[in-house]
């Protein structure tokens, strides 16, 4: 599974960042499904979490432009490793 999260920074309001940081997330989700040809049922949900969980201090313009991101993790269920080796 696929993990998707979207991120901001700390400029704008609450509402601005969390709809940015969740269209960040969205844009992802549908490249790995339209360009790189992931199957939505390995995608999960995308999400957005605004300017929640800053990489770095969002006091200069660099680390305003890195906590702008997105996140994506790969998800591997052990029990199915395990089971896969077998």
Known sequence: MIEIAGYASSTGTKAENLKISDERATVVANYLRDSANVPMRRLLVPAG??????????????????????????????????????
Request: no cysteine.
């Open 49 to 86: 979490y605004g300017a929640s969980h800053p990489a770095v201090s969002n006091q200069t313009s660099e680390g305003r432009d890195i906590n702008q991101r997105v996140d994506v993790k790969v998800i591997v269920n052990k029990g199915i490793e395990e089971g896969s080796a077998m």
